[in-house]
């Protein structure tokens, strides 16, 4: 009954919020050419998707982040661990990343585009930069935070430095890895859109630059109810294989 | 070495490594071990000129002011530091590890099941997954947990934790086992099921065991030798026999008098550490 009773209240804000923006459209107390009802917005978002090619712009959308995700990510994850446990690369690199690190991601475009032109690399490199230094810095916080009897644990049994490393800090850091990813996620998504604004035939980012440019206001805000269901997605499947790869945090 | 300045007990004897009954075969000898830590304060000396032989197969209980060193010990004992003088040495060795430690606190793995926390040495050691599942079971039947193998730490009470920490240690298969203020983090009545426990497990295993702890009452209770230790640096200021038969329940031996007199004995020689620590006490390093 709880549960029930708190997804009823959790749906009930945005189904009044829609039902309300319907209501004004369709009275005309908001302007349709910038406020479109919201019916007519899941009209053409589902013409989209049946006809207009807009899954075709989520699945070249998906595949950049995914494969741009994993080129920011692995460096960052090896990298974080590798600052994690040893304190000379730590030294060495982490003044580097936290000055690097607060960059807006979207601000290095126009260098990207002028490094590796309008191709495919180029969104890539936008990807796995904006993600880099979060999965970076989340590996080395969750390694560090490993209590150090865990450590003690495993050495104090003659542990090989790889099995300390496979037994202890990889399992130690995942909880802030994931944490960075599902953080990454959002970070991924702004700059994916961003950067098919302006460096993109193809992409949920260009569809909806097109539909800016020709005034199409109902594509417009179709592409962005895309966008917000693949974030929803992209979420949902982390916290899905998260669940599977931390079965012991099942219940916290 | 500093001796008891208080009369013997029927009870007890202080008695110093040199006095060792004949028969006892030596197990551990530390001679002259001193450790030394450089702090920004200047190098501080934890540990100077401590001698101490631990004979095969007794319960070897450490006491001592907190702060003074005898983690350390310990921590040199396992293997996680180095002494800066003096030499530790585990005499005829049968078993695979020289030390295995009980930690003090939280130290099993959150993300592997019990059985797996429990199997970890063997898997440090390469054994394959069968020998794995049947060492981890039996140790856990050992410490009456047999039905908690696939549950994960977090499920556990924090006495059964430990109980698994136990475990864990006992599959290391070790010549002596170490086990630091394993109980200190533990409610009273659950510290007190657990010393019970910890003797039913051990039972007559011939288990050499080295036990530090803070407290005088465990330190009797479970030791068939107390070394009390100075303030720091530490050395071995007595070491008393407890011969009293086992197992021992703490409600039955608070009416011995002989356990109570030898009780406070400890309990006046560590007082004037205390004290001295207290009074003399640089910051902890």
Known sequence: ?252 | MARSSLQPSPASQPVTPMEQPPAAALKVRIAGLAKRYQSAAGPVDAIAGLDLDVREGEFLTVVGPSGCGKSTLLRILAGLETATGGAVEVLDRRRRLPAAVVFQGVSLFPWLRVEDNVAYPLWVAGSGRRRRKEAARAALERVGLGRFARAYPNQLSEGMRQRVAIARALVADADVLLMDEPFSALDEPTRLLLQEDLQAILGKSGQTVIFVTHSIDEAVLLGDRVAVITARPARVRALYDVPFPRPRRYTEVRHDRHFNDLTVEVWEALREEVAGGIRAAPAES
Do not use: C, H
């Not at chain 1, 005309?28 to 006809?51: I, N, Y």
């Not at chain 1, 601000?107 to 590796?116: C, E, H, K, Q, Y």
């Open chain 1, 1 to 252: 009954m709880e549960r029930l009773r708190t997804l009823l209240l959790a749906l009930a804000a945005p189904v009044l919020l829609v039902l309300l923006w319907e209501w004004a459209a369709r009275t005309g107390r908001l302007d349709p050419l910038f406020f479109p009802a919201p019916s007519a917005v899941v009209q053409t978002w589902w013409r989209l998707v049946r006809s207009g090619g807009l899954l075709d712009d989520v699945r070249v959308s998906l595949v950049r982040l995914m494969i741009g995700f994993a080129l920011g990510a692995v460096p960052g994850v090896l990298l974080g661990m590798a600052m994690g446990l040893w304190q000379p690369v730590r030294a060495a690199l982490l003044s580097t990343v936290v000055a690097l690190y607060p960059i807006p991601r979207i601000a290095i475009l126009p260098l990207v585009l002028v490094v590796f032109g309008i191709g495919e690399s180029g969104k890539l490199f936008m990807i796995g930069f904006s993600v880099f230094f979060l999965m970076l810095l989340q590996t080395m916080a969750g390694v560090r935070d490993i209590p150090p009897v865990m450590l003690d644990v495993a050495r104090s049994l003659r542990a090989s430095r790889l099995r300390q490393y496979l037994s202890v800090a990889w399992p130690g850091a995942l909880p802030a890895i994931f944490t960075g990813i599902r953080l990454s996620i959002g970070f991924a998504l702004i700059v994916i859109v961003g950067t098919e604004f302006l460096a993109s035939k193809q992409g949920v980012g260009a569809r909806i630059w097109l539909a800016y440019q020709i005034l199409d206001i109902e594509t417009l805000y179709a592409g962005l109810v895309t966008t917000a269901l693949m974030g929803w997605g992209l979420n949902l499947a982390a916290g899905i294989i998260e669940r599977v790869a931390l079965p012991w945090r099942a219940g916290r």
